[in-house]
């Protein structure tokens, strides 16, 4: 339950389970949860080193727990030591048969990025995932590791469950990616720690380097390059990895839902700290300061080889804008709350070339726009983005009961906009908030107490 206060003129003392009423300012000091792109790969690179890696600031929600269960299915040692993770690795190419059928939850980042492990070792694995992962499409994943051997039995469509079979050698290839999609990077990366030979993959448009940044510091050998406009990266396998102590820096997907209730919540003035800043992921932070917002790095630091700071943000008059389609790769997550800055907006905010969000945990376009309409904001629906008239800073009427097709990232996003509503909004879950933020809520309560 969110126990948000509201300030005197809204004359709100309450919420229900599911409904966020209008809030005072946001102020004070909090921490986010640790990044969770991070934190998958921190455990996968752990697991397959040889040694015990320690991390710490891991995100404890349940995509990455799940990511925690399948390596322990593969004979890895995972546990929880006190504040931190250790992980005993099994080495490249060490992964065993698991026993049973993965289940992978929510979680397509743990589905993708694990095909990617098992496609080079001689292992046979089932995914499985629940009703909403069963729906994502899985082909893109399935193309680049079939050419290196794999053979996969999918789900018509595609999708989950399906069993995969990998290939032990496997065949190094080259492969450029059809759609931006750090994920499907990742997944050919890491087929190729147990390839022998080297392993390219091609970017037109880059995408979040996490994977390239922590190979590295576990001793993979890697390289990458600009070439004819494109980036290029080598893995030479099968790789030795070392195990490393890792800090998971702040998620800045996490941080960008209290970024955009601070600028639009009147009389904000709220410090995130320890906020990943990887060019590759802070898209949001750049194009709400496009839009007016008032945010001030402080104690700018490199934690783990991953670039942080704290974030500090004070209400802002924000105004809209044509937000430029080639920034979208490094905000893809954060466009859900991003449309509601749009919807506080002094005019129109344009977005386009966001076809991506139509195959995330829902269709987060439609979804999106419909919930938009009903918390009472004016927004038109394209092919590849959405158009938004904004109140200029007036109050959303609110409304409910608003799907969230069981994303996240939809329930967080229109919680923010409950706290700039006249009569609260209300979700029809808050179940999905576990995926990736478990303490979402109870932040929102510290901050705006």
């Given at each position: 339950?969110?126990?948000v206060?509201?300030?005197?003129?809204y004359?709100y003392?309450?919420v229900?389970?599911h409904r966020?009423?209008?809030?005072?300012?946001?102020?004070?000091?909090?921490?986010v949860?640790?990044?969770?792109?991070?934190?998958?790969?921190?455990l996968?690179?752990?697991?397959?080193a040889v040694?015990?890696?320690?991390?710490?600031?891991?995100?404890?929600?349940?995509d990455v727990?799940?990511?925690?269960?399948?390596?322990r299915?593969?004979?890895?040692?995972?546990?929880?030591?006190?504040e931190d993770?250790?992980v005993?690795?099994?080495g490249v190419?060490?992964?065993l048969?698991p026993?049973?059928a993965?289940?992978?939850?929510?979680?397509?980042?743990s589905?993708?990025?694990?095909?990617?492990?098992?496609?080079s070792?001689?292992i046979?694995?089932a995914?499985t995932?629940d009703?909403s992962?069963?729906?994502?499409p899985?082909?893109?994943v399935i193309?680049?590791?079939?050419?290196?051997?794999?053979?996969f039995?999918?789900?018509?469509g595609?999708?989950?469950?399906?069993?995969?079979?990998?290939?032990?050698?496997a065949?190094p290839i080259?492969?450029?990616?059809?759609?931006?999609?750090?994920?499907v990077?990742s997944?050919v990366?890491?087929a190729?720690?147990n390839?022998?030979?080297?392993?390219?993959v091609i970017e037109?448009?880059?995408t979040?380097?996490?994977?390239?940044?922590?190979?590295g510091?576990?001793?993979?050998?890697?390289e990458?390059?600009?070439k004819?406009?494109?980036?290029?990266?080598?893995i030479h396998?099968?790789?030795d990895?070392?195990?490393?102590?890792i800090v998971?820096?702040?998620?800045?997907?996490s941080?960008?839902?209290?970024?955009?209730?601070?600028?639009?919540v009147?009389?904000?003035?709220?410090v995130i700290?320890?906020?990943g800043?990887?060019?590759?992921?802070?898209g949001?932070?750049?194009?709400?300061?496009?839009?007016?917002?008032?945010?001030?790095?402080l104690?700018?630091?490199d934690?783990g080889?991953?670039?942080v700071?704290?974030?500090?943000?004070?209400?802002?008059k924000?105004?809209?804008?044509?937000?430029?389609?080639?920034?979208?790769?490094?905000?893809i997550?954060?466009?859900?709350?991003?449309f509601?800055?749009?919807a506080?907006a002094?005019g129109?905010?344009?977005?386009?070339?966001?076809?991506?969000?139509?195959?995330?945990e829902?269709?987060?376009?439609?979804?999106?726009?419909?919930?938009l309409?009903l918390?009472?904001?004016?927004?038109?629906?394209?092919?590849d983005?959405?158009?938004?008239?904004?109140?200029?800073?007036q109050?959303l009427?609110?409304?409910?009961?608003?799907?969230?097709?069981?994303?996240?990232?939809?329930?967080m996003?229109?919680a923010?906009?409950?706290?700039v509503?006249?009569d609260?909004v209300e979700?029809?879950s808050?179940?999905?908030?576990?995926?990736?933020?478990?303490?979402?809520?109870?932040?929102?309560?510290?901050?705006a107490?």
């Amino acid at each position: 339950m969110c126990a948000v206060k509201a300030p005197p003129s809204y004359g709100y003392a309450f919420v229900t389970a599911h409904r966020f009423l209008p809030s005072g300012p946001l102020t004070g000091r909090i921490r986010v949860p640790g990044d969770k792109s991070i934190s998958h790969r921190a455990l996968m690179f752990g697991a397959l080193a040889v040694g015990r890696s320690r991390i710490s600031g891991l995100l404890e929600g349940e995509d990455v727990l799940a990511t925690a269960a399948a390596l322990r299915a593969m004979g890895a040692t995972i546990e929880r030591t006190g504040e931190d993770w250790v992980v005993d690795g099994v080495g490249v190419g060490g992964l065993l048969q698991p026993e049973q059928a993965l289940d992978m939850g929510n979680s397509g980042t743990s589905t993708r990025l694990l095909m990617g492990l098992i496609a080079s070792h001689g292992i046979t694995a089932a995914f499985t995932g629940d009703a909403s992962l069963s729906k994502r499409p899985m082909g893109r994943v399935i193309d680049p590791l079939s050419t290196m051997g794999a053979s996969f039995t999918p789900s018509p469509g595609g999708t989950l469950p399906l069993i995969m079979e990998g290939m032990q050698p496997a065949v190094p290839i080259a492969y450029r990616l059809p759609v931006a999609s750090a994920q499907v990077k990742s997944a050919v990366l890491l087929a190729g720690l147990n390839t022998p030979g080297i392993t390219t993959v091609i970017e037109p448009v880059p995408t979040r380097d996490h994977t390239e940044r922590m190979l590295g510091g576990f001793g993979a050998k890697l390289e990458v390059e600009e070439k004819d406009g494109e980036r290029v990266i080598r893995i030479h396998g099968p790789a030795d990895l070392n195990p490393c102590d890792i800090v998971v820096p702040g998620d800045p997907s996490s941080a960008a839902f209290f970024a955009v209730a601070a600028s639009i919540v009147p009389g904000s003035d709220l410090v995130i700290e320890n906020v990943g800043l990887n060019p590759t992921r802070d898209g949001v932070f750049r194009v709400l300061a496009q839009m007016g917002a008032n945010i001030e790095k402080l104690d700018e630091r490199d934690v783990g080889g991953e670039p942080v700071a704290d974030l500090r943000v004070r209400h802002a008059k924000l105004r809209g804008i044509e937000v430029d389609p080639a920034i979208a790769p490094s905000m893809i997550d954060e466009f859900p709350v991003l449309f509601i800055a749009a919807a506080l907006a002094d005019g129109t905010t344009e977005t386009t070339g966001l076809e991506e969000l139509r195959v995330k945990e829902s269709d987060r376009l439609s979804a999106m726009a419909e919930a938009l309409k009903l918390a009472g904001a004016n927004v038109e629906e394209t092919d590849d983005g959405l158009g938004i008239e904004g109140t200029a800073g007036q109050p959303l009427p609110g409304g409910s009961p608003i799907a969230t097709h069981l994303d996240h990232r939809i329930a967080m996003s229109m919680a923010i906009a409950g706290l700039v509503s006249r009569d609260g909004v209300e979700i029809d879950s808050i179940e999905p908030i576990a995926t990736s933020f478990p303490n979402f809520t109870a932040l929102l309560n510290e901050a705006a107490k």
